[in-house]
């Protein structure tokens, strides 16, 4: 007698993915309309500073790198725990929250330049949407670490259930999400300056 | 009946104690995660906003009672349309939907809760916290008054430097995540825990109705989401997102209003044609006519609804391709709201039908939506639009669509669903005059005011001046909204009678009906079914009672009849309650203020107190207790 037995199930995936996958669904319409209000306002700052000014592509090819990378941990993650391989399990999930952090260091550090160069979110359209929508991403992400350090601490206090495996797929499934937001942000709000 | 407990040591229960099975009184329904409980607080409370959402439309109307009235300042005038709008559709109608759906999904589909029940209960609180945080403006400063669709730059710091505005774009935002959580909520439990045997195509035209109506919030929030939080950018921060001083774009937010905003309607109104779906077959003893048409025109109507939402800018200089473009599809999506129409008279023709309150309910409800639909197709004519957009034509129009349309929709639901969510029959007596002072006195408050916008009134003065023939009409308008304002009483009176009145026990299935719900007790037992239902069609439970009618192979309904005797094998269980729902609620309430007020230290406290919370629901875990039915002890 498990504590899930709610009765008859008329699907095979588990609630809590499937609550995620509608979840993401719905996110993607947030940072739809983050991402095209940011279009909406391309260009129409009245005062710089401008995009062309302040970005620094090289600089975060390497943050969009370190985000990419963690996905690919978190993978790592999921098929340990599936193998029971707990201290691997460990490691890796480790490892993803330490890459996560490391793109958030990278996003302080730019936002910090920026404001330094006189870009606020008061300053021009421009910074308004550029700091709303990477500001919402990097919540997101920091969601995201905070969420894999519970896991993480739960690893250590109690033996971890396929229940635990069913809550790291979902956790993947929302890095991942996060993580091809971030790849579109890079591409139309930082690559788009340059072509 | 016997109940096993469980209890689990965890960082939750140290800290508060986790209320059990045996809990009684007001903890309980603070903690409750039982749906018929959280949906009948929804119906309670979205009754009560409806209540104050007509007298605010009738302090509105006396003030147009006649010309150069001065009953309410223009000020305040301002606020009373902007509480009477923002109420009637975010915390009336809309909950309403929320908890007939809250309460039905499960019993209609055999299951016995949400898929996730403290979930459930967080959407439930959330959306109280927005609405009391929006009603606190009143006492704090005055409330918003840029109307509903709050319209930048009207909602700017420079234009509107009162703090109303930003309870309106907060309170919003917080019943907005309630509205989300429990569509997502809904759309996995109607997905994954229908009982044995309901494929989708069996489904009750109610829950299909449900299903599309959670996908389009699903889909229609976020863009409005993001438009609350770049007001709440502007306000509190000093983003520049409708500054037009510095080069932004008040269009921008009424597109992303109207991405909303024209979803919404049908959000609004979905639910209301799923609740007539199921009352008239059962007043005209005969199955949901093209039920397929129904499914795929319910869809069409979903799908389309985000493509028609620049209608509401037709004056905004959309250019004629434009223009040309919406106006179209405006049209076209009146052809699936026509097959619905057709599909209930046809239910209807031939059928034997019995006029009970909910019946004359259903019938003003076609009636009324009708007219609604036809001024809808006339405003879609993007060239008479620019003759009446902003006139009381309008105004009579989304009432008709929106009033007529959803409320009638849902009050035929609420007489029809009344006996089950309560165990006591409302007065059918009664109920003839209230359906009579509502449908009369709602007529009679909108149809004069088609004629009032053509004749070129204004919608959203204060007051008009002498002379320009506007006098007649407005005063029979006014007259009409105290006829309605009188039938809402009566139904009020009625429901307190009934509800103390020992007498007036319903029966299990008192309309001769035809889905899951009623093979249960009125009001049901905490675990809802006994045992798993099987499902063997369309209408299951009319099958069950008539099965000449059963068109379902003996082999395949023993087969669904294993499988449900194989999931009654585990007991039956029932999720615990929980006081984290209720506290995230508060965390984000209060943190509301924080903002609004630019109060760092409680917003502070109050994150805190948030991510606490949300640790202390994920690790308290789902809890709670087996309930096994003895053989004997079930049904009847
Ligand atoms: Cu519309």
Known sequence: MSMTSHGYRSSNIKDPKLLMWIFLASDCMFFGSLIGTYLVYRGRSLVGPYPQDLFDIPLTTISTFVLLMSSFLMVMALYYLRKNKIQSFRLATFGVIIFGSIFLGFQVFEFSHFAHEGLTLQQNLFGSSFYVLTGTHGIHVAIGVLWLISLLITSYIRPMTSKDEVYLDVAALYWHFVDIVWIVIFTVVYLIEFI | ?636
């Open chain 2, 1 to 636: 009946m016997a109940i096993s407990s469980q209890s689990a040591k965890n960082l939750g229960s140290k800290v508060l104690i986790r209320p059990n099975s045996q809990t009684k009184g007001i903890v309980s329904w603070l903690t409750t995660v039982d749906h018929k409980r959280l949906g009948i607080m929804y119906l309670v409370a979205s009754f009560l906003f409806l209540f104050t959402a007509t007298i605010e439309s009738s302090l509105i109307r006396t003030q147009l009672i006649r010309p150069n009235n001065t009953f309410l300042s223009p000020e305040i005038f301002n606020q009373m349309f902007t509480l009477h709008g923002v109420t009637m559709v975010f915390l009336a109608i809309m909950p309403m939907g929320t908890g007939f759906a809250n309460f039905l999904v499960p019993l209609m589909i055999g299951a016995r809760d949400l898929a996730f029940p403290r979930l459930n209960a967080f959407g439930f609180w959330i959306y109280i916290a927005g609405a009391t945080l929006f009603y606190s403006s009143i006492f704090l400063g005055g409330a918003p008054n840029a109307g509903w669709f709050a319209y930048a730059p009207l909602t700017s710091l420079s234009a509107n430097p009162g703090h109303g505005i930003d309870f309106y774009m907060i309170g919003l935002f917080l019943a907005g995540m309630g509205t989300l959580a429990t569509a997502m909520n809904v759309i996995v439990t109607i997905i994954s825990m229908r009982a044995p045997g309901m494929t989708l195509w069996r489904m009750p035209m109610f829950i299909w109705m449900v299903l599309i109506t959670m996908f389009l919030i699903l889909f229609a929030f976020p863009p409005f989401t993001i438009a609350l939080v770049q007001v709440i950018m502007d306000r509190s921060f000093g983003s520049l997102f409708y500054v037009p001083e510095q080069g932004g774009m008040p269009i921008l937010w009424q597109h992303l209003f109207w991405i909303f905003g024209h979803p919404e309607v049908y959000i609004i109104v979905l639910p209301a044609f799923g609740a007539i779906s199921e009352v008239i077959p059962a007043f005209s003893r005969k199955p949901l006519s093209g039920y397929p048409i129904m499914v795929f025109s319910g869809m069409s109507i979903g799908f389309m609804g985000f493509a028609v939402w620049a209608h509401h800018m037709f004056t905004t200089g959309l250019g004629p391709y434009g223009e040309m473009a919406f106006a179209v599809t405006s049209f076209v999506i009146g052809v699936p709201t026509g097959a619905k129409i057709f599909n209930w008279v046809m239910t209807m023709w031939g059928g034997k039908i019995r006029l009970t309150t909910s019946m004359l309910f259903a019938i003003g409800f076609i009636v009324t939506f009708v007219m609604g639909g036809i001024t809808g197709i006339m405003v879609a004519i993007s060239s008479l639009d620019a003759q009446i957009n902003s006139s009381y034509f309008l105004v009579a129009h989304f009432h008709y669509a929106m009033g007529g349309g959803a409320l009638l929709g849902f009050m035929a639901g609420f007489y029809y669903w009344f006996p089950k969510f309560t165990g006591k029959m409302l007065s059918e007596k009664v109920g003839r005059f209230v359906f009579a002072l509502i449908a009369v006195g709602f007529h009679t408050v909108f149809f004069p005011q088609h004629f009032l916008g053509l004749m070129g009134m204004p919608r959203r003065i204060q007051t008009y001046a002498d002379g320009y023939g506007f006098n007649t009409l407005n005063l029979i308008s006014t007259l009409g909204s105290y006829i309605a304002l009188v039938g809402a009483c009566l139904l009020a009176y009625d429901i307190i009678v009934t509800m103390r009145s020992k007498d007036r026990k319903a029966p299990n299935d008192p309309w001769d009906a035809r889905s899951l719900e009623w093979s249960i007790p009125s009001p049901p037992p905490v675990h809802d079914f006994d045992t798993t239902p099987v499902v063997v069609g369309q209408d299951t439970f009319w099958l069950e009672k008539y099965p000449q009618f059963k068109n379902i192979s003996k082999q395949e309904e023993s087969e669904i009849a294993k499988l449900a005797k194989e999931s009654d094998k585990h007991g039956i269980h029932m999720p615990g309650a929980s006081w984290w729902p209720l506290i995230t609620s508060v965390a984000l309430f209060f943190g509301g203020y924080s903002i609004i007020f630019d109060n760092i230290l409680l917003g502070i406290i109050m994150a805190g107190l948030l991510i606490f919370s949300v640790h202390a629901w994920a690790f308290e875990g789902v809890g709670g207790y087996y309930v096994t039915v003895d053989n004997d002890g079930g049904k009847k």
